[in-house]
C-alpha cells in the first residue's frame, strides 16, 4: 500500500518535530474530517474546530500511534472521541436524532482499543489475536467476492460493518430474516474453520457468546470495506466497472459508511473548486504541540 507507507514516512517526520510534515498531513486530511464533523455539527466553524482539537489531541497521543494500523482511520477516531466530549460537555444530543435506518454509527461509542491509552494496555496477545481474525475476515470477503456472493456480502456487510438487526437486514434487503440468519450463521462457521486451521487457540477469540460483537469490533476498527480514495474519485467520475461500482454503491447508498461519505463529500467539494477551509488556523494552533524540531 503506497500510501500507507507514505502515511508512515510523514508519522515518522512529525514524531521528531518536523513542521513541514505536520502541515502535509493537515493538507491532506482535513477536509475528510471537516466533511465529517459538518454532517455532525450546527456549522462550519463548529466543524473546523473540532477538527482543529482533533489535530491537536493527535500530536499528543503520537507517543501511542501505532504506525501498522490506517492513519485515517485513528484521526477520525480521535475526531469522534471530540465530538462526543463536546457533545457531553453541552449535554447536547447529535443534529439528527440517531435512527436505525441511517445513522447508525453515531451511536456507537469508539470502543477502548480505539483510544490512545485502550491500546496502550491492550495484551499483546490480543493485538495478535485480533490481527488474525481481520485476516481471517479480510479472506472470507475475497472469497465472497471471487464467487460473486453479492448477496450474502450485503448481508454480512449490513449485519457486522453496520451492527443492523437480521430483521432489518431482511426488510432493507427484500429477503427472509431467517435467510438473513442462515448468511450470518454460515459465515461466522467459516471464520471458526479458518481460525482453526491457522491456530487452534485463536478460536477462543471467536466462541458463540461473543462472536458477532467480537467480528463487529474487529470489522470496525479495521474498515474492512471501506474504499479506497481512488475508487471514490473513480465512482465520481463515472468511471467504475462492475463489480467494483455495485460493492461502492452498497457500501456508500445501502451501509451509509460515514466515514467514506465524508471522503465522498471532499473530494466533491474539491471537484467544486470551494474555498479552502482555514488549513492555515488549524496549523498555527496545533504546531505549537509538535516536540521542537531536531
Ligand atoms: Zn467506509
Redesign the pocket.
Known sequence: MEAEQADRFLVEQIKSGDQGAWRQLIDRYHGRLVAFAKARTASLSDAEDLVQEAFVGFIQSLDHYDLSRSLETYLFTILRYKLFDQLRQRKMTLISEPNDAEDWWDRIIPGTTETPSGVAATMEAEIAQENLLAEMLRQLIHEYRDRDAFQDLQVIELVF?AGKRNIDVGELLGIDQKAVAGIKFRAIQKLQKYLSEKDEAALACLDESNADVTVCRVWRER?L???KRSTLGSYLMDVLDEPWLSYTQL??DV?G?????A?LADLESEEDDRLPADTERMFQSSVGFLKSGS
Do not use: F, G
Not at 459508511?257 to 461519505?261: A, D, G, T, V
Open positions: 460493518y474498515r470495506t471501506c474504499l457500501h456508500l451501509v459508511c460515514p466515514l467514506c461519505l471522503n
